[in-house]
């Protein structure tokens, strides 16, 4: 990474790079297809767990089913049903990935480690563990392309998913379109992040796509732009959420800019919901805009959608004079996590 541009900069040249990212996936050599060995479970924790969330959106896509585990250890039904795991941590040095890793080696599990390195790296290959090394040097939210294209290559080397090749293809060149180096989202961002001014940032989206869109452009918006946010699922949100917006009075019309993120592949029901919730609170919430999907495969709308939001973080953060690079509470509640020098080992 060039070390002279500053912090906003930085990160737009690194989320540049999702295009390459899904293609270096594409390219793994890893097998594809065979007999599925079971559940697949993914662990790991912010940037690089969520591209467990969306493993199981794809997976959903194709009527198969994974899960996802973002804590520490495993969760109790392991032991029982003995899922082939994946541990995802960019860094390596996860705390709740390390323990998730020495849970399922104290189970005898199937462990895959999806890493740059770290502890985690060599831990696993220590171990024996498969170890798929992606390219450092990458904040870890903006390591997405690596480490999601390297879960779709291993979910697919275990039969969970179909081969995510042409998909990853599919994904690549839509990233390059909308936030590459000549990509056109800017544009988009620009207005949607205008339309946000002075607001609190709520994204909506529908089950299972763009739900987890919605989670990613939620997390981006904290990290990138420094600035609350939270985001919600359809149609649940409507069976309770939207009571909410009514007290304090006039504070969500004045503070709360929502956003919806649609499919083509949206329910029927979901659509209607979508038209007359906006309508039913518009007195109540202001609706800042919709982002439509892109492309043919479930994974290339789900990217599209990435790396429009990727943008629009980076538009809030340019307008509030955020740094995307600095993450300093987070780092300072590592540094205080960390065991002092003279405390035993974790056992693994």
């Given at each position: 990474?060039?070390?002279?541009?500053?912090?906003?900069?930085?990160?737009?040249?690194?989320?540049?790079?999702?295009?390459?990212?899904?293609?270096?996936?594409?390219?793994?050599?890893?097998?594809?297809?065979?007999?599925?060995?079971?559940?697949?479970?993914?662990?790991?924790?912010?940037?690089?767990?969520?591209?467990?969330?969306f493993?199981?959106?794809?997976?959903?896509?194709?009527?198969r089913?994974?899960?996802?585990?973002?804590?520490?250890?495993?969760?109790?039904?392991a032991?029982?049903?003995k899922?082939?795991?994946?541990?995802?941590?960019?860094?390596?040095?996860?705390a709740?990935?390390?323990?998730?890793?020495?849970?399922?080696?104290?189970?005898?599990?199937?462990?895959?480690?999806?890493?740059?390195?770290?502890?985690?790296?060599?831990k696993?290959?220590?171990?024996?563990?498969?170890?798929?090394?992606?390219?450092?040097?990458?904040?870890?939210?903006?390591?997405?392309?690596?480490?999601?294209?390297?879960?779709?290559?291993?979910?697919?080397?275990?039969?969970?998913?179909?081969?995510?090749?042409?998909?990853?293809?599919?994904?690549?060149?839509?990233?390059?379109?909308?936030?590459?180096?000549?990509?056109?989202?800017?544009?988009?961002?620009?207005?949607?992040?205008?339309?946000?001014?002075?607001?609190?940032?709520?994204?909506?989206?529908?089950?299972?796509?763009?739900?987890?869109?919605?989670?990613?452009?939620?997390?981006?918006?904290?990290?990138?732009?420094?600035?609350?946010?939270?985001?919600?699922?359809?149609?649940?949100?409507?069976?309770?959420?939207?009571?909410?917006?009514?007290?304090?009075?006039?504070?969500?019309?004045?503070?709360?800019?929502?956003?919806?993120?649609?499919?083509?592949?949206?329910?029927?029901?979901?659509?209607?919901?979508?038209?007359?919730?906006?309508?039913?609170?518009?007195?109540?919430?202001?609706?800042?805009?919709?982002?439509?999907?892109?492309?043919?495969?479930?994974?290339?709308?789900?990217?599209?959608?990435?790396?429009?939001?990727d943008?629009?973080?980076?538009?809030?953060?340019?307008?509030?004079?955020?740094?995307?690079?600095?993450?300093?509470?987070?780092?300072?509640?590592?540094?205080?996590?960390?065991?002092?020098?003279?405390s035993?080992?974790r056992?693994?």
């Amino acid at each position: 990474m060039t070390e002279n541009l500053s912090g906003l900069a930085e990160m737009r040249s690194q989320m540049a790079a999702l295009g390459a990212q899904l293609r270096w996936g594409a390219d793994l050599g890893l097998p594809v297809g065979g007999d599925p060995e079971g559940d697949i479970l993914v662990c790991g924790m912010g940037g690089s767990g969520i591209t467990g969330d969306f493993l199981a959106a794809v997976a959903a896509a194709e009527g198969r089913r994974t899960s996802v585990h973002k804590s520490y250890g495993l969760p109790g039904w392991a032991a029982r049903e003995k899922p082939s795991v994946t541990v995802v941590s960019y860094s390596g040095d996860t705390a709740e990935a390390l323990s998730s890793w020495g849970r399922a080696r104290e189970l005898g599990l199937s462990v895959t480690a999806v890493t740059s390195g770290g502890e985690l790296g060599e831990k696993a290959a220590r171990a024996g563990h498969r170890v798929v090394m992606v390219p450092d040097g990458y904040q870890p939210r903006s390591a997405l392309g690596y480490g999601l294209s390297a879960v779709l290559r291993v979910a697919a080397a275990a039969g969970a998913i179909g081969d995510p090749r042409p998909s990853l293809e599919e994904a690549a060149s839509i990233a390059d379109g909308l936030s590459g180096p000549e990509g056109g989202g800017m544009a988009l961002a620009s207005d949607l992040a205008a339309a946000m001014a002075g607001r609190m940032v709520g994204i909506y989206g529908s089950s299972p796509l763009t739900a987890v869109a919605a989670q990613r452009w939620k997390t981006q918006v904290n990290e990138n732009a420094k600035r609350t946010a939270f985001w919600a699922a359809m149609p649940e949100a409507t069976h309770n959420e939207i009571t909410g917006w009514d007290f304090p009075a006039g504070l969500a019309n004045s503070r709360v800019g929502l956003l919806a993120l649609r499919d083509r592949d949206d329910h029927p029901g979901v659509s209607s919901r979508f038209g007359h919730l906006e309508a039913l609170t518009a007195d109540r919430v202001s609706w800042a805009g919709e982002v439509w999907a892109q492309g043919s495969s479930p994974l290339a709308r789900l990217m599209s959608l990435v790396a429009v939001g990727d943008l629009f973080s980076l538009e809030l953060a340019r307008l509030a004079g955020a740094d995307p690079m600095r993450v300093e509470l987070i780092d300072r509640l590592k540094e205080r996590m960390t065991p002092p020098p003279d405390s035993s080992p974790r056992a693994f």
